[in-house]
């Protein structure tokens, strides 16, 4: 089985947005990955729902919209509105995260929960069986083009057997710093989903950045 690959439009060309979001439907990738900022929960903002929307009218593939803002539930019907298929909200910003994930469900989402590199995996142990994905950071949110925390590794491992332990069903997604050189450690420590900003787009030749990340390999246990 090969990784489905989530690249992310953060290190698109704005200027040129169609091409970039041509070359995604073109090219092998599965996803389009919308990193949406408000400045609050994390050190900078990137663009909202006008820009969702513009991406939805020529996307032939979902979108996959990870949301670093704090109140995440009070904008879950907008995202649906504009075009997100899967929507995850990070755990450190949901004080009635079971709440909030069955909205997202509601609104025929699917919905995942995003840890931050420092975040106990064990703190998901009550609520991954609702859980369609777990968005796994390994970097610290904010930025596209930063380096990868090599712990992540581990942290995947340890996620893939409480997936196992409690039936769930989750797909694990890896985001930052996921390029040619650490996409095989990734995808051989549990993950399915794989999203890659600045490897893809600031590549010379980004449609053969995304063929060689798809040719990677996951042994089935
Ligand atoms: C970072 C974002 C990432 C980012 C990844 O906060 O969540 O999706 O765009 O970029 P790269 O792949 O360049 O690390
Ligand atoms: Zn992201």
Redesign the pocket.
């Known amino acids: 089985m090969k990784p489905l690959l989530s690249p992310?439009m953060?290190?698109a060309d704005f200027t040129n947005l169609r091409k970039d979001i041509q070359m995604v439907n073109e090219s092998e990738a599965d996803f389009f990955?919308l990193?949406i900022m408000d400045g609050v929960f994390?050190p900078n903002i990137s663009y909202g729902m006008p820009l969702i929307k513009a991406i939805k009218r020529i996307a032939e593939k979902p979108l996959d919209v990870?949301l670093?803002i704090v109140q995440p539930e009070r904008y879950i019907p907008e995202f649906k509105a504009v075009g997100a298929d899967m929507l995850t909200v990070h755990w450190e910003a949901c004080t009635h995260l079971h709440r909030t994930i069955h909205q997202i469900k509601d609104e025929d989402m699917l919905a995942g929960v995003a840890l931050n590199p420092h975040t106990p995996i064990a703190f998901l142990e009550d609520i991954i069986q609702d859980l369609d994905l777990v968005l796994v950071?390994s970097?610290n949110?904010?930025?596209?083009?930063?380096r990868f925390i090599e712990r992540s590794l581990k942290r995947i491992e340890e996620l893939k057997d409480l997936i196992i332990k409690n039936n769930s069903n989750a797909l694990i997604e890896v985001?930052?710093?996921?390029g040619l050189d650490t996409a095989e450690d990734v995808t051989a420590a549990g993950a399915d989903i794989l999203?890659?900003?600045?490897?893809v787009f600031g590549a010379a030749d980004p449609m053969e950045v995304i063929r060689r990340l798809k040719e990677i390999e996951i042994m089935e246990d």
């Open positions: 992310s953060l290190s990955h990193d994390v990870h670093m950071m970097v949110p904010g930025f596209g083009g930063q985001d930052g710093g996921i999203v890659a900003g600045n490897a």
